[in-house]
């Protein structure tokens, strides 16, 4: 694994490298139908991935699609979903298309780096403000965020964990 102060980095704004959209609905939790279904309900909470509860189809609301990185505005909370999900109010949608659960667990500490200089209040992560934030990222040979090299990492960060989670339970 290529150590990251051997990577060439480069800054880009986010709606440069991210289609950054509101959320399809945001939903008062008091307005769901029916709690304890299949579809994550993401709200601004910093616990469980933004996964406020569970609640079912939503007949009156469109649903998100998953593979994507979910903003909360007022607490800067960032989380990737993988899951089809409906939300709360002020949720922000960061897509790209070569997004992944591996780049994003690169690409989250990063953008939570980025959010850190909003506050709640006057000062908070307004969609304006986000698209017009800057990120630091590895970059190819292109210049463009690299992707593949993020990926790779991630994995290499868990599998490392993992050898060594089953290393330590064959000492027990």
């Known amino acids: 694994m290529i150590p990251l102060v051997k990577v060439k980095w480069g800054e880009f704004y986010l709606n440069e490298i991210f289609d950054i959209t509101p ?22 909470t910093e616990l469980n991935n933004g996964v406020n509860s569970f609640v079912n189809s939503q007949d009156d609301y469109i649903i998100n699609s998953g ?21 709360g109010q002020n949720i922000q949608v960061l897509r790209n298309k070569n997004l992944n659960e591996y780049n994003a667990k690169f690409i989250i500490p990063m953008l939570k780096n980025t959010l850190s200089i909003f ?21 190819d040979k292109n210049n463009n965020p690299d992707y593949k090299f993020m990926e790779e990492y ?14 330590q339970l064959k000492i027990l």
């Open 23 to 44: 959320t399809k609905n945001g939903i008062d939790k008091i307005k769901l139908a029916g709690h304890g279904g299949d579809f994550p309900y993401i709200t601004r």
């Open 67 to 87: 593979n994507c990185i979910t903003v909360g505005l007022d607490t800067q909370t960032a989380f990737y979903q993988d899951a089809d999900f409906y939300t």
């Open 119 to 139: 506050n709640w209040g006057g000062n908070g992560a307004t969609l304006t403000r986000l698209k017009r934030s800057r990120i630091i990222l590895p970059v």
């Open 154 to 167: 991630v994995k290499n960060i868990e599998a490392e964990l993992l050898t060594e989670t089953i290393s």
